[in-house]
């Protein structure tokens, strides 16, 4: 695991025409993760991409690999998407049937297990099972499409969930995704954010290289100061 704060870029939004060359880029960058959003055209709109793309992008980079499945019945994939190259599979609590159950496969498959949650989903449903995860993903944009704006109140949701993560000595990153950006990396790392997914900011930048290591200054100050 890298150390605090992790810069993880999405490529939802890059070329798909052009992705060896995205992935090219962010294994020569500062970036810690690569973020990759699986969807199903069920428990989200859009249709995504599969098990042949991660193999490809893992043949492509050293780099751990951040599985964000927004697809319905999630453990029946976990193995595939670990077997695939995943270091990391996060799920979401809105699609997961038997939670616990789904927690345990990715363990006992050898990858870091996550649970998503929806901007309106609140924190306090994890109390539970808070100490069983390895990373809880607050989705700050409503899941399925790249380039959204922000949903600032977000912020004192990752609060809730970092003092929740503190009151109960549990070990689990705190990961936000969805219009996060040079202009909000430092608010949303001072609510207690861990990891970075950044999308659209990085892929729609004029110096991609220049975006990664200006936001992984900001959070590094904001992590000394």
Do not use: C
Request: aromatic share 4%; hydrophobic share 45%.
């Amino acid at each position: 695991m890298n150390s605090l704060p992790i810069l993880a870029p999405s490529i939802l939004n890059a070329d798909f025409a052009r992705l060896g060359e995205s992935i090219n880029m962010l294994q020569h960058s500062e970036a810690d993760w690569i973020h990759l959003d699986i969807m199903d055209g069920s428990f989200v709109p859009n249709i995504s991409f599969g098990m042949p793309v991660i193999q490809s992008i893992r043949g492509l980079t050293d780099k751990p690999l951040d599985a964000h499945l927004m697809i319905v019945r999630p453990e029946n994939h976990v193995q595939a998407v670990r077997d695939a190259g995943a270091d990391m599979i996060t799920v979401h609590y809105e699609a997961s049937v038997h939670l616990n159950r789904t927690i345990d496969l990715i363990q006992k498959s050898g990858a870091k297990a996550g649970v998503a949650l929806n901007p309106h989903t609140p924190v306090e449903l994890l109390k539970d099972i808070i100490e069983m995860v390895d990373l809880v993903l607050i989705m700050s944009v409503n899941p399925g499409f790249g380039g959204q704006k922000f949903i600032y109140q977000t912020i004192p949701k990752i609060k809730r969930l970092r003092q929740m993560i503190i009151e109960s000595n549990a070990h689990a990153l705190v990961q936000v995704d969805g219009g996060v950006g040079l202009q909000n990396i430092a608010s949303i790392f001072d609510a207690g954010a861990d990891v970075f997914v950044v999308g659209s900011a990085i892929i729609n930048a004029k110096d991609p290289l220049d975006t990664i290591k200006k936001l992984k200054q900001i959070s590094r100050n904001q992590f000394i100061v």
